[in-house]
T-cell receptor, first 115, second 113 residues
Framework: GAVVSQHPSRVICKSGTSVKIECRSL??????MFWYRQFPKQSLMLMAT?????????EQGVEKDKFLINHASLTLSTLTVTSAHPEDSSFYIC???????????FGPGTRLTVT | AQTVTQSQPEMSVQEAETVTLSCTYD???????LFWYKQPPSRQMILVIR??????QNATENRFSVNFQKAAKSFSLKISDSQLGDAAMYFC??????????FGKGTSLLVTP
């Protein structure tokens, strides 16, 4: 089956610093990647959708300048949390798809803690 | 906008018994997909079952089956012969011709020995 990896699985950073999370599709080409945020005991909230080579489309209420998304290749998307603050602490999950008619395959998630 | 409602925040089932998780959705589309995802304590999202709206036959995957009622906009998941490993959060999700998945709030399933 299709495999999506995320790196790192856990990261702790100091307030005011930036942190980058990578999402890779290991055995398929992902034309579209998605970034979700999940708070404890809550559902997944879509943050943005990115198509390879294009600017990401952000959901309402998600700060574009804070959550920078790059999808430079068909197998890699990155989420950079800039000037992180404690309220950015959360579980971030990516997923990847070969297209609108195809499944989304999820990565294992990244737990971000901002101190 | 499409909404997905899971009205059961928590459910409990005994091992080997059957449990049904409820999901309703709201859409004006005629062509769409419905999914049940499982999220165990590892938090890895796992696809349990998928249903295409144009198919009248209910999807089944081993011990997992759905009751898809298109007119009622209902999509429940039945887990038969429950196992301890079935304990997890279960999310119902909707997708139409667009890319995005819309998730319900989830149901936490506890399986007791």
């Amino acid at each position: 089956g299709a495999v999506v990896s995320q790196h790192p699985s856990r990261v702790i950073c100091k307030s005011g610093t930036s942190v980058k999370i990578e999402c890779r599709s290991l055995d398929f080409q992902a034309t579209t990647m998605f970034w979700y945020r999940q708070f404890p005991k809550q559902s997944l909230m879509l943050m943005a959708t990115s198509n390879e080579g294009s600017k990401a489309t952000y959901e309402q209420g998600v700060e574009k300048d804070k959550f920078l998304i790059n999808h430079a290749s068909l197998t890699l998307s990155t989420l950079t949390v800039t000037s992180a603050h404690p309220e950015d602490s959360s579980f971030y999950i990516c997923s990847a798809s070969q297209g609108a008619a195809y499944e989304q395959y999820f990565g294992p998630g990244t737990r971000l803690t901002v101190t | 906008a499409q909404t997905v409602t899971q009205s059961q925040p928590e459910m409990s089932v005994q091992e080997a018994e059957t449990v049904t998780l409820s999901c309703t959705y709201d859409t004006s589309e005629s062509d769409y997909y419905l999914f049940w995802y499982k999220q165990p304590p590892s938090r890895q999202m796992i696809l349990v079952i998928r249903q295409e709206a144009y198919k009248q036959q209910n999807a089944t995957e081993n011990r997992f089956s759905v009751n898809f009622q298109k007119a009622a906009k209902s999509f429940s998941l039945k887990i038969s012969d429950s196992q301890l490993g079935d304990a997890a959060m279960y999310f119902c999700a909707y997708k139409d011709s667009g890319y995005a998945l819309n998730f319900g709030k989830g149901t936490s399933l506890l399986v007791t020995p």
